[in-house]
């Protein structure tokens, strides 16, 4: 099946943590993408990447960070200095960068303990 | 302020009824204005996409519409079914921020039976 896995599904964070969210895709997308989904609040953009080995910041990209060592990869970094993390992070890839159809994972929700 | 405005909110329909949900933008030009359903604890799917010239699209029980001139998008569900329990999100593409999405806060519906 193609499409696009996260994992894990939940992710608890202890003060101080830095945890890594996964994402893999097997739709050949060159595009992939990090959002931050809080409850009632449309979608933000984290970071972008449109080709291998390059990405940009996104609208809040402090307190995270990111690689795209190869194209089906695009792990998101939660790092200590995000002081706010608890939310529901979703992955999403694209054909190319020029925002067509996004198919999204099916996301993992971070908790902090 | 958001440029991608949702309402309601949330809504509960009783099976087999009809609703319509609402999306104001407030940003022109605009590429594509799409819909997704999100059902809980899963990514958004897309329902329909329109550009700016497109009047309706449907998608089975689901039909957009777009008014450019009052920038307004609205979602109809026909003869709900309880599987259409979900959040849908409006999300517009802004030509003159590169293409740029903009999520909608959405709009969480209930059907009950």
Redesign the interface.
């Known amino acids: 099946d193609g499409g696009?896995t996260?994992s894990p599904k939940y992710l608890f964070r202890k003060e101080g943590q830095n945890v890594t969210l996964s994402c893999e895709q097997n739709l050949n997308h060159d595009a992939m993408y990090w959002?931050r989904q809080d409850p009632?609040?449309?979608?933000?953009?984290i970071y972008y990447s449109q080709i291998v080995n390059d990405f940009q910041k996104g609208d809040i990209a402090e307190g995270y960070s990111v690689s795209r060592e190869k194209k089906e990869s695009f792990p998101l970094t939660v790092t200590s200095a995000q002081k706010n993390p608890t939310a529901?992070y979703?992955c999403?890839s694209s054909l190319t960068g020029?925002?067509e159809?996004?198919f999204?994972?099916?996301?993992t929700?971070l908790s902090v303990l | 302020k958001n440029q991608v405005e949702q309402s309601p909110q949330s809504l509960i329909i009783l099976e087999g009824k009809n609703c319509t949900l609402q999306c104001n933008y407030t940003v022109s030009p605009f590429s594509n204005l799409r819909w997704y359903k999100q059902d809980t604890g899963r990514g958004p799917v897309s329902l329909t996409i329109m550009t700016f010239s497109e009047n309706t699209k449907s998608n089975g029980r689901y039909t957009a519409t777009l008014d450019a001139d009052t920038k307004q998008s609205s979602l109809h569900i026909t003869a709900s079914q309880l599987s259409d329990s979900a959040s849908y999100i409006c999300v517009v593409s802004i030509v003159a921020a590169g293409n740029k999405l903009t999520f909608g806060g959405g709009t969480r519906v209930l059907v009950k039976p």
Do not use: E, M, N, T
């Open positions: 696009i996260q959002y009632g609040q449309g979608l933000r953009l529901f979703l999403a020029s925002s159809k996004l999204f994972g099916s996301g929700q």
